[in-house]
Nanobody, 121 residues
Framework: QVQLVESGGGLVQAGGSLRLSCAASRSISSINAMGWYRQAPGKQRELVAEITSGGGTNYADSVKDRFTISRDNAKNTVYLQMNSLKLEDTAVYYC???????????????WGQGTQVTVSS
């Protein structure tokens, strides 16, 4: 069973930066997309950013120009550089790997356990 291990969360003042990392516990093939989601208290989990195997990226409007997602395919690791953090970025951040297998077609989602990011004033 593959596990995703997140690191890099913590407490930071508004305007500061954090870098999240998420690594698979073992090598995984056929990872199509890696992404970061977050869930604030009382709110639904939402997509923050995602990156495809080809390097294409997609960001939530609320984090565009502040957050940058990147991946290291050889290490099965995805990163989220978060700059100019705001109070409203406070949430538990989860990484997700989407894997597509052929013959027959099967889609697998792997989730990390979550890491707390708290932005203070």
């Amino acid at each position: 069973q593959v596990q995703l291990v997140e690191s890099g969360g913590g407490l930071v003042q508004a305007g500061g930066s954090l870098r999240l990392s998420c690594a698979a516990s073992r090598s995984i093939s056929s990872i199509n997309a890696m992404g970061w989601y977050r869930q604030a208290p009382g709110k639904q989990r939402e997509l923050v950013a995602e990156i495809t195997s080809g390097g294409g990226t997609n960001y939530a409007d609320s984090v565009k120009d502040r957050f940058t997602i990147s991946r290291d395919n050889a290490k099965n690791t995805v990163y989220l550089q978060m700059n100019s953090l705001k109070l409203e970025d406070t949430a538990v951040y989860y990484c997700k790997f989407l894997r597509t297998l052929l013959g027959p077609l099967r889609v697998e989602n792997y989730w990390g356990q979550g890491t707390q990011v708290t932005v203070s004033s």
